[in-house]
Each structure stands twice: as structure tokens, then as C-alpha cells.
């Protein structure tokens, strides 16, 4: 069982439209737990503002800096950011990053074995960044930038990662270089109830960029959020992942996430993903609300295998409490079931 309250949080502040370009930090507590971890526990504050000159009617920057360390003495440092500019022409999206962590491994493919589970170490800086222009109403392209330097991975001599063919498990650059396209016509950032948000991107290494390895890989992350009556909503999630032979290990494709509440972190690794989530959420009382939810997901060694591959599936309800009426900020709390178990997940914001 897993129970965690996420860092990786967004908060808007409600501000007057004479103060628009007025700046406030909120400082909050962290506090998470996970089996690869122990206990952690840290801060985190976040900044949120609009640039001078931006009107009121455009989205609330912000910037958090987060601080976590864990009783298995790991570190985590993080720094994601959105800024928005010029009434919303301009998006820069991303994340300064440090960690010390652990990630599990399974094995390779949708038949990995629950008992070959095993842990392994890893330090890495990480540069996330997007930038995008709007070239029409909710129409945005972007240019991409992703670094992470993986050093200090501890792997077990005789364990099954050591004997696996993989690249980058021992270390290593990842420098990539992208492009995005992005539709975004959602009513509401936090807690859409309508409209669409699709995010495309296409990745390739960069050798003279320090990249210690050679792949390309490309994603989709399609949603669609339908008011049904009153505040029931139906949202949908489609996601896929396409990633080239050369592919290190910490960039595979995976199934255990929130796209598949239920399964352990990285339960399923591939080059391929391919996964549906649907969530039926409904009002209960006054700030409390509820959610039914279901998953079914794949990963493969190529794109074809995804159609004929084995299905997983998880499902499983949550329960939400407003924190933020005016933005629809949500703690979240979800129990999700799969084939192997259960997992509890205690966050803010929804899955997507």
C-alpha cells in the first residue's frame, strides 16, 4: 500500500485585478510516504504572479521550490514552473530538479513477474523546459529541452537488472530535443468540465549536446472532460508512448502511474505504452466529492505489438474535498485495485 502527498502541487492565489502583477509566496509543509522511500518530509513554497504589463484576464504564473529528504536518506529538490506572457501567446512550461532516489525494476514487458521485484539507486540533476506560442486560439507549438545527468546507480550484482540488456543502467547524459503541439480549450485549469487538452511531442537525442545515448521517441496525451448534468463529469485519458531501440532505462515507457492507479510505481517497463483511464466524477456534500475510476494499459517492444499485446487492468474510488473554491483545488484521496493488490494515494489536484 502506498500513501503519499504529492510536492509537485500548482495553487493559483485569488488577487485583486488592481494587484495583478503583484507577486505571493505560500509556504507549505510536505510530507509523503512510499515503500522505495520510508517517510519523507520537507517544505515547499510557491510563488505565484503575472508578469508586469499582463492583464488580469491572463493565467497566474508561478514557480515552486520544493525540499524533501526521506528516512532511507534520499534527497529530492525540485523547481517546476509555468510562466505565461503577452496575454498567453507565450508558455514556458518545466522543472530544475536534483534527486536522490530510488526507482523499482520488474523486468522488461507486460509478462514482468511481481516477485522479481528489486530497487535501484540513482542521482540525478534534471533541466525540464517548454516553450510555446500561441499561433491560434488555443493553438500552441512548442520547442523542447530535456536533461538529466543519471550518476551513482547502485544495482545489485546478482540481480536481474544486472544480467538484463538494457542501455543506461549504469548511468549516464540524456540531452533530447523536441517539438510540441498543444490544443488546450479546457473551462478550468485545476478541474476542467469541459473541453479538450491534447499534447503531442516528438524527441530525439543530441550527441553534440552531451547525450550518451542514441533513440527518438515520440508521445500523445489526449483528454476530454464532459459535463453531464449539474457537476457529474466524465473525463477520458488516452495516452501513448513511442520510444526507439537505444532507449535508456529511465526513459522507458511505463504502466504504474496515475494513468494506472493500483499498480506499484514503474510496475511495467517497454518502449511502447499504450493505456485508457476514464473517471466519472459527482458531488456529495457541500466541498466533498467523489470518483469512480478505471484503467486498462499495455506496454510493448514495438508499436504494433501494442494492439495484440495483453491488457492490464485497475480500477478503483476516491474521495475530494475543496481547498480552493475559486480554482477548484482539490486534495485528493484514492484507493485504486489491481490484480496484485492496492494502493492508496493521497495528493492534490486530480490524476488529469
Not at 548511468?171 to 469541459?194: A, C, E
Request: hydrophobic fraction near 35%; charged fraction near 20%; glycine fraction near 12%.
Amino acid at each position: 500500500m502506498t500513501l503519499c502527498i504529492d510536492a509537485k502541487i500548482s495553487a493559483q492565489t485569488v488577487i485583486d485585478s488592481t494587484k495583478a502583477s503583484k507577486a505571493k509566496l505560500t509556504p507549505l509543509p510536505v510530507a509523503f510516504y512510499l515503500p522505495e522511500t520510508g517517510f519523507g518530509f520537507g517544505g515547499l513554497g510557491i510563488l505565484t504572479f503575472r508578469l508586469k504589463n499582463e492583464s488580469f484576464a491572463s493565467r497566474q504564473s508561478s514557480v515552486q521550490l520544493g525540499f524533501s529528504y526521506t528516512t532511507k536518506k534520499q534527497i529530492l529538490v525540485f523547481l517546476p514552473y509555468e510562466i505565461y506572457k503577452d496575454n498567453n501567446s507565450w508558455r514556458g512550461v518545466g522543472e530544475l530538479g536534483f534527486y536522490k532516489y530510488f526507482y523499482n525494476f520488474y523486468g522488461l514487458g507486460i509478462d514482468s513477474e511481481e516477485e522479481d521485484l528489486e530497487t535501484y539507486d540513482v542521482t540525478y540533476p534534471r533541466f525540464r523546459g517548454t516553450l510555446y506560442y500561441e499561433l491560434m486560439t488555443n493553438f500552441s507549438l512548442g520547442v523542447s529541452y530535456q536533461f538529466d545527468r543519471y550518476s551513482g546507480v547502485r544495482v545489485d550484482d546478482g540481480g536481474l537488472l544486472n544480467a538484463t540488456l538494457i542501455e543506461g543502467k549504469m548511468g549516464g547524459i540524456l540531452s533530447n530535443v523536441g517539438f510540441n503541439i498543444l490544443y488546450d480549450n479546457r473551462d478550468k485549469l485545476f478541474f476542467p468540465t469541459s473541453g479538450y487538452f491534447i499534447d503531442a511531442g516528438i524527441f530525439t537525442s543530441v550527441n553534440w549536446l552531451g547525450s550518451s545515448f542514441d533513440y527518438s521517441n515520440f508521445y500523445l496525451d489526449f483528454r476530454k472532460y464532459q459535463l453531464i448534468k449539474g457537476q457529474h463529469i466524465l473525463a477520458l485519458n488516452l495516452y501513448m508512448g513511442l520510444k526507439s531501440s537505444g532507449t535508456p532505462l529511465f526513459d522507458l515507457s511505463y504502466i504504474g502511474s496515475n494513468r494506472t492507479r493500483g499498480f506499484n510505481d514503474r510496475r511495467f517497463l517497454g518502449l511502447s505504452e499504450l493505456s485508457l483511464t476514464a473517471e466519472y466524477r459527482f458531488p456529495i456534500y457541500k466541498r466533498f466529492g467523489g470518483v469512480l475510476f478505471g484503467a486498462s494499459g499495455t506496454v510493448a517492444g514495438d508499436f504494433d505489438s501494442l494492439w495484440s499485446n495483453k491488457y492490464v487492468h485497475s480500477f478503483g474510488a476516491g474521495i475530494r474535498f475543496v481547498i480552493n473554491q475559486k480554482d477548484g483545488i482539490r486534495v485528493r484521496l484514492d484507493y485504486g485495485f489491481s490484480p496484485e493488490g492496492g494502493n492508496l494515494y493521497l495528493t492534490v489536484r486530480e490524476a488529469f
